[in-house]
């Protein structure tokens, strides 16, 4: 039988979540240093595209499985496993930067090996919050949640470029082992509800038979695939900032590691806010428009930063700060629509399937910028980008039906229907 949230189990969740931003703070600075190293040492806008490639490509692989494997094993384990691989990865990498072995392929295996433990943490972690937070507060926590998150990525690549300037690289990796240790403190204080088990002993699924389900499910409910689709545009039009950013602060205008860090730091503000907003807010009426508006204010505000006069490093971080207040809400109410109307001891399946399905084009996108940028220019491929960006919500809106997950979350009369219909779904299999 499924355990309901309780107070308790809500305050274990706080636990659970304070420790893994520090996980999250130490990989941040981790991934901030590989990042700017690669730039320095290459120049180059193909190798930074395919170290992005890299970032995305087992998670497309890889997450589905892990979804099925956070609805099977015991969640608790599978994050603090991950959580101590990567320790163990990052320990490599001063290993490595110590002996002088800096070679570009060898960071990339071990950069790529650090990618695939969190796309096991992803579904894992976002599957958790369900089994931990009452049903009413899932969208509050939610917002906490990108509060906490926005506070380490605003700290993180200021922290890391202050740490550039006063130590040498190799010393730096160590950090990640001291977040290490105080992320697993709370794992070993909390209980984290773990019903697989019991659902196996009933149904008897195959593992391929769950992450079948997870299909029935999304298939199901409508207007879901259209919402995971609008977020695999989004990831794919994202792209080219996301590889490019080093690559345009410093070669493009020609700025240090503390350009790169203020301008990340600003839009980090900017999640900050987006936040709060999230967070002191109870409810969001009409989740997907609101979903579709902020994107193309986003969007709207990332042209800001391209069109940006030389070396204009202020107004490029106001376009981030602005543009970036409505990214939190956007995900936030996302996903509150998948963890409120998919059934939880069905969620992390449903979650991978999303994860999968919606960044499934990153690692495309992400191959592609380089010989793009190559093609069109930096510039004028960042450009392209935030008009489409602007653009297509208007087409979603008016051409599939996505719209229809607004009506299915009026009521909560409306979802649980929609329940017995995945439920009878999966049984007709």
Known sequence: MEELPTKKSFRHYLYFMVGQQFSLLGSGIIGFVITWWITIETQSVLYLSLATFLIFLPQVIVTPFAGVLSDRLNRKTIIFTVDSLQAVLTFGLFLL???????????????????????????????????????????RVNGANFLFSGVIFMVGPILSALLLEVFPITFIFLIDGVTFLIAVVPLFLIKVPFNAK???????????????????????????????????????????????????????????AFHLAFLFGSIQVGNIVGSIITSIKKEWKNKIKVNLVGVMVYFTFYLLIVLAPYQNFILMMIGGFLGAITFPITVSTYLTILQTVVPSDKIGRVMSIDHTISMAIAPIGALLVGPLAGLMGVVNLLLASAIIGIINPIILWFFTKIRYLDRLQESEEEVMPNHEVVEIGIKEI
Do not use: C
């Not at 990339?108 to 695939?116: S, V």
């Not at 599957?127 to 009452?134: D, E, G, H």
């Open 97 to 139: 930067f110590l002996t002088g072995f800096t070679q570009i392929w060898m960071i990339l295996i071990i950069h790529t090996m650090r990618n695939i433990l969190y796309a096991f943490q992803v579904p894992t972690f976002h599957a958790i919050l369900p089994s931990m937070v009452p049903k009413d507060k899932i969208s």
């Open 198 to 256: 019991e659902t196996r002993a009933a149904e008897k699924t195959s593992f391929m038979r769950e992450f079948k389900d997870g299909f029935v499910i999304v298939k199901a409910i409508p207007g879901l695939i259209s919402m995971i689709v609008f977020a695999m545009i989004f990831n794919f039009i994202f792209r080219p900032f996301g590889v490019l950013w080093p690559y345009f602060i410093n070669v493009i205008h020609n700025g240090s």
